[in-house]
Nanobody, 125 residues
């Protein structure tokens, strides 16, 4: 599967952005999805994950209550709604896909099979 992330940009602290990740192919519903982020010089870190049907989600503590991950299997797209953004949310955001089953979600980046190219989010103070 090929993933194309979009929706990044420059926003002031306290603002909102919605990231999208469009997947190619007809088997999107077989993949659990995740969002990760990375700043230069640091490891790529987990942000949020969602199960095949969207019924199960999981968040990093740093974004819990501010970010929401959803998916639309009819549109082969996963979203990350980011509210109350902080300067420390500045990073390149990546979406990732993993062949899965049931309600499983994954926070370990090494478990994912496919990655998008990343979209830059910059939050100014």
């Amino acid at each position: 599967v090929q993933l194309q992330a979009s929706g990044g940009g420059l926003v002031q602290a306290g603002g909102s952005l919605r990231l999208s990740c469009a997947a190619s192919g007809r088997t999107f519903s077989r993949y659990a999805m995740g969002w990760f982020r990375q700043v230069p010089g640091k490891e790529r870190e987990f942000v949020a994950a969602i199960s095949l049907s969207g019924g199960n989600t999981y968040y990093a503590d740093s974004v819990k209550g501010r970010f929401t991950i959803t998916r639309d299997n009819a549109k082969n797209t996963v979203y990350l709604q980011m509210n109350s953004l902080k300067p420390e949310d500045t990073a390149v955001y990546y979406c990732a896909a993993k062949v899965s089953y049931g309600s499983r979600v994954y926070a370990d980046r090494y478990e994912y099979d496919y990655w998008g190219q990343g979209t830059l989010v910059t939050v100014s103070s």
